[in-house]
């Protein structure tokens, strides 16, 4: 059998190999990854605040954020005098999500280095992740919350939303909801635009405060009270 292989598809590929080996390059540096991480709380960074906490030198983090610019992993807002960098969209949060719980993944246990206060809660990018996430998203599945694969929600879903009060941005392009593979726990939790919907109507109801400048997320009394009425679910 004689195939051929249009000029055009063969175009298609590299350039889709190269694309990919240019976002593998400008993630694969230390301190380029210290610089995502950080970016993954949802705010705006400057390069003298991502400087410090990936421990370099100011000229330095410029250089890698001039790199990480290139690669459309980031966006930069300049406003007076200043330039805040962060993170392109959810879907390189959840990119970087999903590297980390490949990069942690061991064959010889399944325990988790993560510090425990960012294991029962914190923040992915613009939705909550870690052990109060993942049970939330536990509870919303077994009631029927989400399609079979758990990437949508189900008109009993959608009902259950209204009657909380949290409102899912109609018109948005990212998806309503998806299974977001949580790196700690190696289970899912909520994202897409349900997963920010409902974190924002937490924070909104004082059930969870987020600590500056970090990605832990505080679950409250009030909020403790509130997630065992609705997800039945107990946070120490």
């Known amino acids: 059998m004689n195939?051929?292989?249009s000029k055009t598809?063969?175009?298609?590929?590299?350039?889709?190999?190269t694309s990919m080996s240019v976002v593998a390059s400008a993630i694969a540096d230390p301190s380029r990854v210290s610089i995502l991480c950080a970016l993954m709380d949802g705010r705006a960074w400057t390069a003298t605040?991502?400087?410090?906490?990936a421990n370099i030198a100011a000229s330095t983090a410029s250089a890698h954020l001039a790199k990480l610019l290139n690669s459309r992993l980031v966006t930069c807002l300049s406003q007076g005098r200043h330039r805040y960098y962060r993170l392109a969209g959810s879907d390189i949060a959840a990119l970087l999500e999903t590297l980390m719980v490949v990069s942690v993944h061991s064959g010889k246990t399944l325990e988790t280095k993560t510090p425990s206060h960012l294991r029962v809660a914190r923040t992915c990018y613009d939705h909550m992740a870690g052990e109060v996430a993942v049970g939330i998203?536990?509870?919303?599945?077994?009631?029927?919350?989400?399609?079979?694969?758990?990437?949508?929600?189900?008109?009993?879903?959608?009902l259950q939303f209204q009657k909380m009060g949290v409102l899912i941005d109609p018109n948005s392009r990212r998806k309503s909801s998806c299974a977001c593979l949580d790196w700690s726990e190696r289970r899912f939790h909520l994202g897409g635009g349900a997963g920010a919907a409902l974190m924002l109507f937490f924070e909104q109801k004082g059930w969870i405060t987020k600590i500056s400048g970090y990605r832990e997320v505080v679950i409250t009394e009030k909020g403790k009270v509130a997630f065992l009425r609705l997800f039945q679910l107990t946070v120490n």
């Open 137 to 158: 998203y536990n509870f919303m599945f077994k009631e029927g919350w989400f399609s079979p694969d758990g990437n949508l929600l189900s008109p009993m879903g959608t």
């Open 9 to 17: 598809a063969v175009d298609e590929t590299d350039y889709l190999e």
């Open 3 to 5: 195939l051929k292989v």
């Open 49 to 53: 605040e991502l400087s410090t906490v």
